[in-house]
């Protein structure tokens, strides 16, 4: 089981492009959450996704919006990118039921 | 409003000390507690919850409402402990929803 799997490890943006981040969940897993870590934080929701709908949303603006497929992967997108959207950006797997959650290795996000 | 604090940024023992991480939350209702441990060059992984109320690697936290607070403490350091570890909780009182984490403490502890 190769766990929660994202791409790219590493990307470099230019201020106000758009971004696509992707992951794969753990296999049995069918939520999945996304977090943003900036450096000497801990990681800060996003937004989570069950049943391909956005289930919760945290305090962040609408330019991040996501997608989850029948396959349960997900993808995390960026508008307008700007220079405080540089982090690292996790993603994050569980089942439905009362299962602690699973983390990928993240993508380093970085807007120049 | 709902809040992690971790008041130390860095805390450095000897192997064989006994290490005491703190954590102290803000949330209005009955929380559920969580340790998340980053080993060097790993992910992020859960450490111990206390619902379960499991010792993980000589790990204990044991939730105290009173204070509101959930220490992570170890009576004897080993040199893999060496990490940095989250203090994070659930407003939904479930695991797998929304986390909220605080900044972190990293453990150093050298021989």
């Known amino acids: 089981d190769a766990g929660v799997t994202q791409s790219p490890t590493h990307l470099i943006k230019t201020r106000g492009q758009q971004v696509t981040l992707r992951c794969s969940p753990k296999?049995?897993?069918?939520?999945v959450s996304w977090y943003q870590q900036a450096l000497g934080q801990g990681p800060q929701f996003i937004f989570q996704?069950?049943?391909?709908?956005?289930?919760q949303r945290g305090n962040f603006p609408d330019r991040f919006s996501g997608h989850q497929f029948p396959n349960y992967s997900s993808e995390l997108n960026v508008n307008a990118l700007l220079l405080g959207d540089s982090a690292l950006y996790l993603c994050?797997?569980?089942?439905?039921?009362?299962?602690?959650?699973?983390f990928g290795n993240g993508t380093r996000l970085t807007v120049t | 409003a709902q809040r992690v604090t971790q008041p130390e940024k860095l805390l450095s023992v000897f192997k064989g000390a006994p290490v005491e991480l703190k954590c102290n939350y803000s949330?209005?209702?009955?929380?559920?507690l969580f340790w998340y441990v980053q080993y060097s060059r790993q992910r992020l992984q859960l450490l111990l919850r206390?619902?379960s109320r499991e010792s993980i690697k000589g790990f204990t936290a044991d939730l105290n409402k009173g204070e509101t607070s959930f220490h992570l403490k170890k009576p004897f350091a080993q040199e893999e402990d060496s990490a940095m570890y989250y203090c994070?909780?659930?407003?939904?009182?479930?695991?797998?929803?929304?986390?909220?984490f605080g900044k972190g403490t990293t453990l150093s502890v050298s021989s």
């Open positions: 994050a797997s569980s089942t439905n039921s009362n299962s602690p959650l699973h």
């Open positions: 296999s049995g897993h069918d939520t």
């Open positions: 996704y069950y049943e391909e709908e956005e289930r």
């Open positions: 949330y209005s209702g009955s929380p559920e």
């Open positions: 206390h619902i």
């Open positions: 994070a909780l659930s407003p939904f009182n479930q695991a797998g929803t929304a986390l909220i």
